[in-house]
């Protein structure tokens, strides 16, 4: 009796171990998303800048 509870008591830590691995990189590929995304952001809005200074520069104010 005591080695069956054991075993259950066992079986059920490393399942929640497992459950917290894939919660942690679950987690961790949110931020990988978030940093693209802010990157993406980032570029679009240099690109805008960009586009303004040489509107700017060819149009006469």
Do not use: H
Not at 11 to 17: A, G, H, K, R, S
């Amino acid at each position: 009796m005591m080695e069956k509870e054991k075993k259950m008591m066992e079986e059920e830590e490393q399942e929640e171990q497992e459950e917290e691995e894939e919660e942690g990189e679950e987690q961790e590929e949110e931020e990988e998303g978030e940093e693209e995304e802010e990157e993406e952001e980032e570029e679009e809005e240099e690109e805008e800048e960009e586009e303004e200074l040489i509107c700017m520069q060819t149009t006469p104010c």
